[in-house]
């Protein structure tokens, strides 16, 4: 339910988890197919449509992540 403040939990931390992980991805020089076949977390894999949105996430951020890294710029 929207009321419901665990849904407003669960999508902070996989937000956040998905920045930690595209920043340490594009920092250790991951390309993004090695980022498609990393699983979830149990935590998040339980999530409706959760493959998805990751995979998604990856093909329209990725870039960004990327372009940090290599111009030296940190994402906020």
């Given at each position: ?8 939990a ?13 920043r ?41 992540f ?7 710029a940190?994402?906020q």
């Amino acid at each position: 339910p929207p009321d419901d403040a665990r849904g407003i939990a669960q999508t902070r931390g996989y937000l956040k988890w998905l920045d930690a992980t595209l920043r340490q991805a594009a920092a250790d020089g991951r390309d993004m197919p090695e980022l498609l076949r990393i699983p979830l977390p149990a935590e998040f894999a339980g999530i409706a449509l959760a493959r998805q949105e990751f995979d998604r996430s990856i093909a329209h951020l990725y870039r960004d992540f990327e372009q940090n890294v290599l111009s030296g710029a940190t994402r906020q």
